[in-house]
């Protein structure tokens, strides 16, 4: 198994999000800690992390065969959104296709939206250009406007899309709008941690369910917020040796090979049936 330092909490929102969402969005404590236990979080871990997601509205305690949780009612649309930002195009963005600017003025007695503009922008993979100036590759619009008005933000913020226009060099500019070595520390960390899954699996002409879910939930959990720090800059754009080529190849093999084994254990466990079944 590789080793992750994902806490509980963002191991259980994956279980969530790549398996539980599938099988009807409902699984009980019982089997919940069943799951957590093959990831080497014992019970006691999983209670304070569901307390704390409880409290937090991203769990909703709900009896049926037994005590379980299912997902708050208002994270479907951002689990969703995770999906299409992780499981979506790897490609860079295009150059030609421009830029969204999110421009920002929040009032000194509201200064706490402000903050939380910042950290959500940062968190999409908007670039900071200047106090109150925020660009992103122009695709990043959709997911943009729809955060903005889910937080309840978008009266604070005008969007636009455009081309830049002058004066300084553009691939320039760019290094200093993004903190690329951060960036690519991330990718790095990812790389060396599961290069190695990536290789031993493929001298295994077959997995074991329950190491598939064991290896692909902390791998999951490590790319997810990844796809959010990297916007996916045009390659013009970026340093000559961008380690993220190589980290996505390692994430797409890895998917392509661990997902489907991972929910077969799933539905082992807990019975549960998939959605489409």
């Not at 992780?86 to 706490?112: H, M, Q």
């Not at 200047?130 to 122009?138: K, T």
Request: negative net charge.
């Amino acid at each position: 198994m590789s080793e992750s330092t994902a806490r509980p909490s963002s191991l259980i929102n994956t279980v969530y999000g790549e398996f539980v969402r599938r099988l009807g969005g409902w699984i009980s404590i019982a089997d919940l800690i069943g799951l957590m236990a093959e990831l080497d979080v014992d019970g006691p871990a999983v209670r304070s992390a569901i307390s704390r997601l409880k409290k937090g509205g991203t769990l909703v305690q709900e009896r049926r065969t037994g005590t379980g949780y299912r997902l708050g009612p208002d994270l479907g649309p951002v689990f969703d959104e995770g999906d299409r930002r992780i499981f979506g195009s790897l490609e860079p963005a295009a150059l030609e296709d421009g830029w969204v600017i999110a421009v920002f003025s929040v009032p000194e007695s509201e200064r706490a939206h402000r903050h939380q503009l910042r950290s959500r922008l940062t968190w999409l993979g908007f670039g900071n250009a200047s106090p109150g100036v925020w660009l992103a590759p122009a695709r990043l619009l959709p997911d943009a406007r729809r955060l903005l008005q889910r937080l309840g933000l978008a009266e604070y913020v005008h969007l636009f899309t455009s081309d830049y226009a002058g004066f300084a060099d553009l691939k320039e500019a760019v290094s200093s709008w993004w903190d690329f070595a951060a960036i690519e520390a991330q990718y790095a960390a990812f790389t060396d941690t599961y290069q190695p899954v990536a290789e031993e699996l493929r001298q295994e002409p077959r997995i074991d369910d329950v190491e598939a879910f064991r290896d692909y939930v902390p791998m999951l959990t490590d790319w997810r917020r990844l796809p959010y720090l990297d916007p996916g800059l045009p390659v013009e754009l970026l340093p000559d040796d961008w380690n993220a080529v190589e980290a996505r190849q390692i994430f797409v093999r890895l998917h392509t090979r661990l997902a489907e084994p991972s929910l077969r254990h799933v539905v082992k466990v807990t019975g549960l049936e998939p959605r489409n079944a």
